[in-house]
């Protein structure tokens, strides 16, 4: 539940430690791992599914390129915080219970709320002059260049809130589709909803309207059609309410940016408009222009795709973990793909995209079988909504990526049966 909590704090609180950053989901992840290791050396037995034994080969994968690897302390910047995370997904997995997976998508919904109100503060603290030091802002968001401030609350970029934001939405909407509305429960979902507009993550927009249509989709089989249809209205209403929260406190809090590259000659609700209009995946001449993050994006993807097909080598085994950035700063390229998996192509080649490709589509079939959770359409909603976005961000170690992970395995290989006519067969 704690870990549940503090997922979104990945940037406040933390400290770094010899290149790596230490969170409070670090810490308490790392308890974790600790507790299920002991159960494992007390019970002599690591009682892994087969499932999880994909899971395990790359690990080995990880841990042998890390070996063969020429520039091993980049390596290590990319291994290390891999294996962490796929560990605390196992322990998250293996320490479940019943009474705390309850507790554990409640102190889920908290964090979420939590971190939304806190991006609330922000947008309106920053827009008002408050110190970084106190909003938590970082310079590249403020309002003194977009007129207005990009919300990133506790987390690094607005790109990763966003990212993170579709967790929480998808169980929560697949939660409302299930059982009698709640108020509270309607309420939380339309600020965590306001909050990833006001991150203007055109990924994360683009990705919160697929999780919204996967959650309905999935939901069918469990409900009827006329219920799916009412329900389905009064999302399309309170998305349509949230949107005009949001676009109401641009509108009001704004102000003439300083950085026409990104403010597109507009201010207000018109740079809002215009940028999420200036989404595509090929930049045009504009974008050239302007150098701007289309353009950028293009560039990073153009070079990693000729890269990666340059040689037999390159498509079977890529770069190796970190190797590609390392050659890349020392040429002045763009030291990422920003896609997902092109960048896991360069590090681990096609074997390493196999496999997590093989993991990622038999646990979605798993989770398939057991639909009639709304945790588990929550959670496959979730999954196609982050493949989407995974489109715009090149990090496979993203902890709450990893977090329902382990939710999910828990959900399809021990949940008891009578947990789940209790609590998540239709109300």
């Not at 990133?152 to 939660?175: D, K, N, V």
Request: charged letters at 10%; a positive charge.
């Amino acid at each position: 539940m704690l870990l549940a909590i503090v997922l979104p704090f990945d940037r406040v609180p933390s400290i770094d430690v010899g290149g790596f950053t230490i969170r409070l989901s670090t810490l308490i992840g790392s308890l974790l791992v600790l507790l299920w290791l002991r159960r494992v050396i007390l019970s002599h037995r690591l009682l892994l599914t087969p499932i999880e034994y994909v899971l395990v080969g790359f690990v080995l994968l990880n841990s042998v390129m890390f070996v063969m690897a020429a520039d091993q302390k980049a390596a290590a910047m990319v291994v290390v915080p891999t294996l962490f995370v796929i560990a605390v997904a196992l322990a998250v997995r293996h320490i479940l219970t019943p009474r705390s997976f309850e507790l554990t998508i409640v102190g889920l919904f908290v964090g979420a709320v939590g971190v939304a109100l806190f991006g609330i503060y922000q947008f309106i603290g920053d827009f008002a002059g408050l110190p970084h030091w106190m909003t938590a802002m970082r310079p590249e968001y403020e309002a003194a260049k977009f007129g207005f401030p990009r919300v990133l609350s506790t987390m690094l970029e607005p790109l990763f809130l966003s990212a993170y934001l579709l967790l929480p939405i998808g169980l929560l909407t697949s939660r409302i589709t299930a059982h009698r509305t709640s108020r509270w429960l309607v309420t939380a979902l339309m600020i965590l909803v306001v909050i990833d507009v006001l991150t203007l993550s055109r990924g994360g927009l683009i990705a919160l309207v697929v999780l919204f249509i996967s959650v309905v989709l999935l939901s069918l089989r469990r409900n009827n059609h006329v219920r799916m249809r009412r329900v389905a209205g009064r999302f399309l209403i309170g998305a349509v309410v949230s949107i005009v929260v949001a676009l109401s406190l641009v509108a009001v809090l704004n102000r003439q940016g300083n950085d026409s590259d990104v403010t597109y000659g507009s201010r207000g609700a018109g740079t809002f408009v215009r940028h999420l209009l200036n989404t595509k995946l090929a930049a045009d001449r504009e974008n050239l222009s302007n150098n701007d993050s289309v353009a950028e994006r293009d560039l990073a993807r153009t070079l990693a795709t000729h890269n990666i097909f340059n040689s037999p080598q390159h498509i079977l085994m890529g770069y190796g973990p970190g190797q590609y950035a390392a050659q890349a700063q020392s040429s002045s390229h763009p030291t990422v793909a920003n896609v997902l998996l092109l960048d896991l192509w360069l590090h681990y080649g096609a074997i390493g995209v196999v496999l997590v490709v093989w993991f990622i589509c038999w646990m979605m079939y798993r989770l398939w079988l057991v639909r009639q959770s709304w945790v588990a359409v929550g959670l496959m909603a979730y999954y196609v909504a982050i493949s989407l976005q995974s489109m715009t961000f090149s990090t496979l170690y993203i902890m709450h990526l990893w977090f329902a992970v382990g939710l999910s395995l828990y959900i399809i290989e021990t949940l008891p049966k009578t947990l789940k006519n209790r609590y998540h067969k239709n109300a």
